[in-house]
């Protein structure tokens, strides 16, 4: 399976070569306005908490890509995703980068929901942010896949940007 994210131009901003069935990532278009894109989002199939793993541990790579809003400058931004997590203690250490910076935080397991989900936060340069994610199964590994969405800045903040990751191990 290929997947190629588009920006809001049609440019390629990543192509990823995955095997089995990964998270869909797509733009999603503002109903009534034809082109315009409203965001990213991720789609898969959720790892259920009997599949979830107890023990051991796995590295995450894949992307992050989103829109920036610098200063009202408003445009596509792309970067890496890398989330080694530990299924035993439920957390995970969070490396990336986005538009050309890199960040690095710590993720956890939601309470009450046996590592099937998680959150995190981050900071690098200056900025900080946050991610909310989920572990997604392919036809042979039930926990193959993290992906979900995340945010820097704030809306008080002149850079700011909101997107989504993926990653396999």
Same mark, same amino acid.
């Given at each position: ?8 131009a049609g +440019?390629?901003?990543?192509?990823i070569?995955a095997? %089995?069935?990964?998270?869909v ?6 109903p %009534?306005?034809p %082109?315009?894109?409203?965001g990213p989002?991720?789609a898969?199939t959720?790892? #259920? ?8 541990s ?7 890509? *989103? ?7 408003v445009?596509?931004g792309? *970067?890496?995703?890398?989330n #080694?997590?530990?299924?035993a203690?439920?957390? *995970? ?5 986005f538009?050309?910076?890199?960040y690095?935080?710590a ?6 929901s046996?590592g099937?989900?998680?959150?995190g936060t ?9 991610l ?7 036809p ?7 992906? *979900? #969405?995340?945010?820097? %800045?704030?809306?008080s ?8 990751? +993926?990653g396999q191990r």
């Amino acid at each position: 399976v290929k997947i190629t994210i588009r920006d809001a131009a049609g +440019a390629v901003v990543q192509e990823i070569a995955a095997a %089995g069935a990964p998270p869909v990532v797509a733009y999603r278009r503002s109903p %009534g306005a034809p %082109g315009f894109p409203v965001g990213p989002y991720v789609a898969g199939t959720p790892t #259920t908490a009997f599949q979830m793993p107890q023990t051991g541990s796995a590295t995450y790579a894949g992307f992050m890509v *989103g829109v920036v809003n610098n200063a009202g400058n408003v445009y596509g931004g792309a *970067g890496s995703y890398q989330n #080694t997590w530990n299924f035993a203690n439920r957390n *995970g250490a969070f490396s990336g980068t986005f538009d050309g910076r890199a960040y690095s935080g710590a993720t956890q397991a939601t309470a009450g929901s046996n590592g099937q989900t998680f959150t995190g936060t981050f900071n690098g340069g200056g900025r900080t942010g946050g991610l909310n994610g989920a572990f997604f199964a392919s036809p042979t590994d039930a926990s193959k896949y993290q992906a *979900g #969405t995340f945010s820097i %800045g704030n809306n008080s903040a002149p850079y700011k940007a909101s997107g989504v990751f +993926a990653g396999q191990r």
